[in-house]
């Protein structure tokens, strides 16, 4: 036959839409044309799975080639279409029956020499493509282990386009090796804990409670006080990942290409920490053509730490707000709008001054402190539960604290029982954490004693805390009355998250 079809995958963010893949041979003198908004590198596909083909003993069709990707409409880019547009070809030219074509999606890159290379997005592709009706999937024996976690699917992975051409001609399924799972290293190092971060113990509370309810944290003091060390740990005492968080997760990092091999599904909350010069793309995504996922969508469901925070740009740091408060980015191009998940708890820290030095040691005058710390916006700061200043620690205290501080391991079973605490008294609502529910929704469904309230009101009538200052106040408040076991918070909570809010709890 001179036409055939085939099936493949468009990535747009972590979305993937169904294209078709058709092959037209033609009279006329040799060539390939290639049409359907393909990027740059998919219109090098053409010399690439000609070499493939050559190189895998299969026969080249003579004369005008058409290849077209339809939706002609949708932006089409990356070299996953190679093994699609080959088994169309070779389809058309008759060296390989169409029946095992009719209703498979093909995601793979071709080398020169015929090998199917693994590809980025091959979950999120499968998964969208799976909820479109399509069943059957042909994958790289590099993607294999990524695309067997999308259920109720049959996935056949080829090491090679011989492979393929073999299972096409009603060969068996191609046997892969199973993929080696990370090494253990028996090294006798137990990995980050909480009790490591001595003589902050205001600063290890915070650590629990922001991750018990879920919320934001601002750490401020000089170098050595224990803020990255505190960041490093709050993923410790999180809860491992829900199969439909580690789901999302492991998309978003299928995407921007960050799955280690042999280890295909993330369970664990990430940990992303940009470096200060990022820009603003890097942390919010975007770039040429296909838009990518920035630091926001790679710490979704986890922590974006931002260290050194005033040396980040203003208009960096402020790009925050909108994911903080909607949990995606929305990316606007001239051809299409890419959305990114990015629900994520926001960790800073920051030097007090700009010298960074401790103590008397410091020589900046006021006003240069006041400037270096405006560069964090009020509107962000507000968005940000919890206020931690951490102050340098004496040897004595170092000492005195040991036996005070509590591993991640018994720090992590109470945020369990207080997240648990969480889930059941937000059951029948869309949200499982205290720091996710809408103020409005918090005050009418889950009201509080109005003697609780008596700190928030004297704080907002004297112009200390705002509107949305009192609803992150009383948010920490459940939190605390979770952790504590209490039905409702009381006027201790309240005050104490008055506290954490607005920085004073030290």
Known sequence: MSLSRTYCVSLLGVQGHIV?????????????????????????????????????????????????????????SGSLFDLAIAGAVLSAAGEVPADRLSDAV??????????????????????????QGFKRFVVATGNAAEARLVPEVEVTAVADLAQLCDWLRGGDEPENPAEPGPAREETGDRGPDLADVL?????????????????????????????????????????????????????IHSVAGLLPPGAPLVTVPPFAAPH????????????????????????????????????????????????????EVVIARASSTVAFPARFQLVMAANPCPCAKPGNLCSCPAGDRRRYLSRLSGPLLDRVDLKVDLQPVARAELLADRAFAESSETVAARVTQARSRARER????????????????????????????????????????????????????????DLAGRDRPGEEETAYAYALWSGRAW
């Open 106 to 131: 093909l995601l793979a890159e071709l080398g020169l020499d015929g090998r199917a290379r693994p590809v980025r997005g091959v979950l999120p592709a499968m998964a969208s493509a799976a909820d």
């Open 20 to 76: 078709e893949v058709e092959v037209h041979l033609g009279g006329g003198d040799p060539g390939v044309t290639l049409v359907g908004l393909p990027d740059a590198a998919l219109r090098e596909a053409r010399d690439r799975i000609r070499a493939a083909v050559a190189n895998s003993s299969e026969s080249w069709p003579s004369g005008q080639i058409t290849i077209s990707l339809s939706p002609a409409s949708l932006p089409k």
């Open 276 to 327: 200060h010069t990022s820009s603003r793309a890097s942390i919010i995504g975007g770039g040429h053509g296909n838009p990518r996922p920035g630091w926001v969508s790679k710490a979704h469901h986890g922590i974006l730490f931002v260290d050194e925070a005033p040396q980040f740009g203003r208009g960096v740091l402020d790009s925050l707000r909108e994911p903080l408060e909607r949990g």
């Open 426 to 481: 937000l059951e029948h609502t869309p949200w499982s954490t205290n720091a996710a529910i809408p103020g409005a929704r918090l005050r009418r469904d889950f009201p509080v004693e109005q003697s609780a309230l008596r700190v928030l009101g004297r704080a907002m009538d004297r112009g200390q805390i705002s509107a949305r200052g009192v609803d992150r106040a009383l948010r920490v408040a459940w939190t605390l009355a």
């Open 199 to 251: 003589g902050q113990p205001v600063a290890r509370r915070a650590v629990e409670i922001a991750a018990a309810g879920g919320h934001n944290l601002m750490m401020l003091g000089p170098p050595g006080t224990g803020k990255s060390l505190l960041a490093e740990r709050l993923p410790t005492v999180l809860p491992a990942l829900s199969s439909a968080e580690a789901l999302e997760t492991t998309a």
